[in-house]
């Protein structure tokens, strides 16, 4: 079986480290050259950390986190709609956990051992032939006036220019 996974996002990323565990190698393109410098903070409720527990990687990642023991809702004005105590509900899962974006991406991505990671690559146009699939790529940053010129190829293996 050939895997390409299209974004190297958080979802891209556990797919191919998951993809890892059972021994299925895959190819993973995203359209940036690197790393988040920055983002959102997040908030991981106990399914999530329960998720990362699965990927063996919740020691390390709740290492860089901050723990979230109660959500207070609050109406527009800040008045007090509920108080809920996460362990009460989340319990049976996990615990629910705070941590920037990009501090879970570069966890997920240096966990990464087999998947051939290619980045500042774009997917243009894939194809479906008997031989399988086609996928052309761009490679990042293009020039002002569109192609670059370079269209590799991807047929289950490692991306090679054409």
Known sequence: MQILIL???????CL??????RGIPADL??????????GAG???????ARALKQLGLLADVTAKTAPIETQRIV???GKPLNTVR?????????????????????RLQAALIRTNVSLGKAVDNIRQSPAGCEVAVWLLPLTMSGMTGCWPRWRGGLMTPT
């Open 7 to 13: 974004g190297g996002g958080i979802a891209g990323l």
């Open 16 to 21: 191919a480290k998951a993809l890892e565990q």
């Open 29 to 38: 393109v995203e359209r940036h050259s690197g790393q988040p410098a920055g």
């Open 42 to 48: 997040l908030y991981l409720p106990g399914n999530a």
């Open 75 to 77: 109406d527009s004005r």
């Open 86 to 106: 996460t362990q009460d509900v989340w319990r049976e899962c996990g615990p629910c956990l705070s941590l920037p974006r990009n501090v879970l991406h570069a």
